[in-house]
């Protein structure tokens, strides 16, 4: 594996940080369903301008790629309509902590059904990822009086499943016709999945926007990330060591919640990320030799 799907999963694990770091504001003045909305019907339309770069490469979209891409993009949906659910009955720290770690569950799903086959020392540095991001976005006083059978909790078990689903089969239309088709046709199922969910939200409110800017600014942040961590499979990155970098972004999001937000790090998180960046680095390294 060369290294620029490493870099690529690094645009994407940059691009999801920042835009998470930004949501929280622009969630904070708006309504969060209605922004969600607007956000994947933006990206429809930013991709969509694209068109006539790669009208061309239709021809290559094939049923079973395709099948697929719509899994995926179900997958994306029902994970956002999973966590809207969870947010409403769990710590929401422990939900976004749980919702952060889906690369976990991807990595499950590239085992299982692509086989793909791991070095030790990439394990070694799989392994510092996932230690990391549980030091830096966990913390284990959450789970105090939660039963497994809590509803809230069981939202976040399908959050987590659900992107992890999204994230392991993009492979598939990504190496089949490539980042540009499968970013455009994963927002279709997974665009439809917010409409049935926010009608409600955007049939009482009027479709305004408070921080507009900061809004496009999330959009565009997004669509970087959607378009690394697509990339990179297009050129050759595995799910295993890609959806592991990009999707441990929530390590990223906690030190930049300490610039912006002025959120307070503790020891533990700390030393958590440090460790998730070592991991990152070991993994760029001896994917790359």
Known sequence: MVFLPILLALTAYVGWALSDNIAI???????PETI???????????????LPLFIKDIKNIILVPLLFNLLAGLGSGLGYYFYGKAARLINPALLTAFGGGWGGSAL????????????????LGIGLIFIGLILSSINFQWFKGIKLTNKGFLYTILT????????????????????YWTSVIMLIPYFLMLLITAKKSIKREKLKISYFWLFCLMVITTIIADFGYSGSFQLGGSVAIVGTIAGSYATLST??????????????QTVGIIISLIGIVLIAYFSSI
């Open 160 to 179: 987590l499943i659900s992107w992890g689903i999204c994230g392991a089969f993009l492979k598939i239309p990504s190496v089949a016709y490539g980042w």
């Open 36 to 50: 969600t909305f607007l956000s994947g019907l933006s990206r429809i339309i930013i991709w969509l301008l694209f």
């Open 255 to 268: 030190i930049l919640s300490y610039f912006i937000y002025k959120e307070p790090l503790t020891k533990k």
């Open 108 to 123: 499950i799903f590239s085992l299982i059904f692509f086989k793909e086959k791991i070095s030790g020392p990439q394990w």
């Open 25 to 31: 504001k622009v969630f904070r003045k708006n309504n």
